[in-house]
């Protein structure tokens, strides 16, 4: 993974950190990595995809999120495997 979309994963799995939230939205991973720039939401709808495919997370439908233990470790070490 390259530096640039590590840093977006790590920023998206750190959301859960220290959070009372068990999951979270797209709308939440857009805000936080993306803004407005239609470009960058595109780079973390593909992003929140592979992280859900690797095991970092686990979608629970309705566009939410869940951070797996996989991506608790992830967030931890600050940084992605594979």
Same mark, same amino acid.
């Given at each position: 993974?390259?530096?640039?979309?590590?840093?977006?994963? +790590?920023?998206?799995?750190? +959301?859960?950190?220290?959070?009372?939230?068990?999951?979270?939205?797209?709308?939440?991973?857009?805000?936080?990595? !993306?803004?407005?720039?239609?470009?960058?939401?595109? !780079?973390?709808?593909?992003?929140?995809?592979?992280?859900? !495919?690797?095991?970092? +997370?686990?979608?629970?439908?309705?566009?939410?999120?869940? +951070?797996? !233990?996989?991506?608790?470790?992830?967030?931890?070490?600050?940084?992605?495997?594979?």
């Amino acid at each position: 993974m390259a530096d640039g979309a590590e840093e977006m994963a +790590l920023e998206i799995l750190r +959301l859960f950190r220290g959070s009372e939230t068990e999951g979270w939205d797209l709308h939440a991973f857009f805000e936080l990595a !993306a803004g407005d720039a239609p470009e960058r939401r595109a !780079a973390v709808l593909d992003l929140v995809d592979r992280l859900t !495919a690797e095991g970092y +997370l686990e979608s629970r439908g309705s566009d939410f999120y869940t +951070l797996t !233990a996989k991506g608790r470790r992830a967030a931890q070490q600050g940084r992605i495997q594979g």
